[in-house]
C-alpha cells in the first residue's frame, strides 16, 4: 500500500463564467452561467506527477420571458456536480412583477436568502434541518431596503407548520 506523506497542493483555481445571454430579442432571454473548481494535485514531495481534481462544478440555465406589461415569467435549470455526483440541484418556474416574486418547484427556502449556508432549528421538537426542497412554493416580495418571504414545502412535512418558512429584512437608517 502506497503511503501518502503530505499532499502538497500547487495550485488552486476557481473558474468562473460569467452569466451570458444567448439571445438578442427584448422579450425572451436565455442566460447560462456556471462555476468550476479545480486543483492540481502532488501527492508526494518526491512525486513529479501533477494531477487536476475538479471538486465541485455548477452550471444555471435560466430561460425568461417578458410581456408587455413587465411581468417576467422564467425557469431555472441549476446542474451541480460534487464529489463524484451529479443532479439537478435547482428546477423550478417563476413569475416576476413589480418586485413581488412567485416560484414553484425544486428550489430553496425563503429563509436561505439569509446567507446562511446551513440553518437548523434548535430544539427537542426540530423538524427543520433542511434549506431547500423538491416541492416548494415561494412568494417573495423586494423593494430597496426591505425584502420579505414565504415559502411552503408540500413534500417535507406536508400538513405540518414546520413546512411554513418566513423570512423578513430590512436597513434601518442610511
Known sequence: MKKLILPIIMSCT?????????????????EVAGTVTSQLVRDTPADSTLSMNVS???????????????LVAYSNLQVESSNGQSGLSE??????????????GKHSYASSNFGISKSKELGPQSALGETRGDHVMKLMYKKEG????LSYDFEEYAGDISSLDIY?????GD
Request: hydrophobic share 40%; charged share 10%.
Open 91 to 104: 428546477g423550478y418556474v417563476g413569475l416576476d412583477h413589480k418586485g413581488f416574486n412567485f416560484s414553484a
Open 146 to 149: 426591505f425584502h420579505a418571504g
Open 168 to 172: 423578513i429584512s430590512g436597513l434601518l
Open 14 to 30: 476557481a473558474l468562473s463564467a460569467q452569466a451570458q445571454i444567448f439571445t438578442n430579442d427584448k422579450e425572451f432571454m436565455i
Open 56 to 70: 465541485n462544478a455548477n452550471f444555471n440555465f435560466t430561460p425568461s420571458y417578458t410581456v408587455e406589461s413587465g
